[in-house]
């Protein structure tokens, strides 16, 4: 899940200034989940531009607008509604933003198509609906198989990979003292599994041309581009 913040409402209507007539698509995937984009946030949206003078076009929410497969069926059919906007101001992640301008590229419109939200990371778990936590870096050089499934290159504030770095204290990282020192816990997981042998091993440094981005990924080849 890409986790996102809503965007203060001044930096929403200086984006939109000069922009009358503004289309508003949220997103009932992550954002929603997020309580930032959902479909109940784009009509709260959509009324707060109303009480400012804004005409509101129409509002959409694919399931999914960073997925061609699921945005493209409900901006598709909008396309006339699309071209009489002069602006979209979509409420999802930045790879919402980026693909809804691409389908209004696709569909031979140009229209400026502005965020009303913050991308903040792909955010691995949801705890009780109210916390969501980044878990993996998605560096593309994985080896939560020699640190029993936790992974240092996120949970440590330093990304270290041999280790911690002995500034731990009461098991708290010395960078944030109110997060467990990943190293600490990784030790705690391999004992309990009978393993810190292991932990000898070195672990040479992380190749991170396999993190160089953009990347594209092809499915049935099943490689990294």
Not at 157 to 166: D, E, F, Q, R, S
Request: hydrophobic share 40%.
């Amino acid at each position: 899940m890409i986790g996102t913040t809503k965007k203060p409402f001044p930096e929403i209507m200086a984006a939109l200034e000069g922009y009358q007539k503004v289309a508003v698509v949220g997103c009932d995937g992550c954002a929603k989940v997020c309580l930032t984009g959902g479909t109940d946030e784009v009509a709260a949206l959509a009324q707060e531009l109303r009480a400012q003078g804004k005409e509101i076009v129409f509002e959409a929410c694919p399931e999914r607008t960073c997925n061609v497969v699921k945005a493209d069926p409900v901006l598709a059919p909008l396309a006339d509604r699309i071209k009489e906007a002069e602006a979209l101001l979509v409420l999802g992640c930045g790879g919402a933003v980026q693909i809804t301008r691409e389908l209004t590229e696709k569909y031979g419109i140009t229209v400026p198509v502005k965020t009303g939200l913050n991308s903040v990371g792909h955010m691995d778990t949801l705890i009780g609906g109210t916390l969501a936590v980044e878990q993996c870096q998605e560096c593309g050089d994985c080896i939560l198989n020699e640190t029993g499934g936790i992974c240092p290159v996120t949970k440590c504030a330093k990304g270290l990979l041999n280790g911690p770095c002995g500034g731990a204290e009461d098991g708290k990282c010395e960078v944030d003292p109110s997060r467990d020192c990943a190293w600490i816990l990784i030790y705690k997981r391999m004992a309990a599994l009978g393993e810190t042998a292991k932990l000898k091993k070195f672990t040479a440094p992380k190749d991170y041309s396999k993190a160089a981005k953009p990347r594209v990924l092809h499915i049935k080849e099943g490689r990294v581009a």
